[in-house]
């Protein structure tokens, strides 16, 4: 891809024209900085997966989205669970479905031949038009093969939380996301080759849940170790982006201001799961507009134990230590 048409990650939040229809439809409300920037798009330019860890609440997962909305790409999600396998997000072919048409098609007659799909984007198939002699209408690709597929434009692959998989994981995924970037359905003797100008942009998330990540794979990767914005400015510049992206009310800015220093006051303290951007946010709201009137900056101010705490520690231990005033 020449310079000139080479995709660049603003980090403005401006949409660009013509967005793809399954690229995200609401603003994202996501600060970026400039080292983060330069990571993403250095990431496009080497089309690398980008590697990015970091505290829960920290922005890793809404990252993939600010970049598919400001570039009006689609975006597929694939979340990791702990029985996942690097074929899933690949492709599904479901044989017990096929058989299932066999039997119902000795049953009620040949059907008439039905013409094979096309390579759309969406390949699940009506019932009424499967034809079990055609291994095409059994299988369902997942988020990596539907990115593999577009050939016009690529697609952000949000690989969320692959620390949760098994170990073998990471590292099948690197006969994936490498020349020649392709993989064969066995089934019906396809091969899925990603266009050479529009491989997926891959963002990964980690909460080292289960440890270091294999370095094969770590060396594949490019990485981003993302903080906790504990800078006032930057914490109230989320907020204020926060609210223009929802088109709602937003807090005063007494009461922002307070709430910003009362909660990075609290997270300095040793808790087991620090409350991250997210809860922070719906604590704000809560704040704000859950009860008649908004809370009071000055009383807010004074408390020594946090209103509305239900909203920020998720443990036992922190619920505990967090009705005590802090010393």
């Known amino acids: 891809m020449s310079l000139e048409n080479r995709l660049t990650f603003n980090g403005d939040g401006r949409r660009a024209e013509s967005p793809h229809p399954k690229s995200p439809t609401k603003p994202e409300p996501y600060v970026v900085s400039e080292p983060l920037k330069k990571a993403v798009n250095l990431a496009m330019y080497l089309k690398r997966p980008l590697l990015l860890e970091g505290d829960a609440g920290c922005g890793k997962t809404r990252l993939a989205y600010a970049v598919a909305y400001e570039l009006g790409l689609p975006l597929y999600r694939w979340d990791v669970r702990s029985s996942t396998k690097a074929q899933d997000g690949l492709y599904e072919y479901d044989a017990i479905l096929r058989l299932h048409d066999v039997e119902v098609q000795k049953t009620q007659g040949a059907a008439a031949q039905q013409p094979e799909l096309g390579d759309e984007d969406n390949d699940d198939v009506p019932s009424e038009n ?106 109230k510049t989320i907020v204020q982006q926060h609210y223009a992206a929802q088109e709602i009310d937003s807090p005063s800015a007494t009461l922002t201001q307070t709430a910003v220093s009362k909660f990075l006051a609290e997270r300095d303290r040793n808790w087991f799961k620090p409350p991250g951007t997210s809860e922070f946010l719906d604590w704000l709201q809560a704040l704000h507009d859950f009860e008649a009137k908004p809370y009071s900056a000055k009383q807010l101010k004074k408390d020594t134990i946090l209103p509305y705490r239900e909203l920020l520690f998720k443990r036992q231990d922190d619920w505990r230590n967090s009705g005590k005033a802090a010393s």
């Open 130 to 235: 499967r034809d079990p002699g055609n291994a095409k209408h059994y299988r369902k690709f997942g988020p990596l093969g539907k990115a593999f597929r577009l050939k016009d434009h690529p697609a952000v692959v949000l690989i969320d939380e692959i620390d949760k998989a098994d170990l073998d994981f990471p590292n099948d995924l690197l006969t994936v996301l490498d020349e020649p970037w392709e993989f064969i359905i066995r089934e019906t003797g396809e091969t899925v080759t990603a266009h050479p100008d529009y491989k997926p942009i891959v963002i990964i998330t980690s909460n080292k849940e289960k440890g270091n990540l294999p370095a094969p794979f770590l060396r594949r990767c490019l990485y981003r170790y993302l903080d906790f914005p504990s800078d006032p400015k930057q914490l």
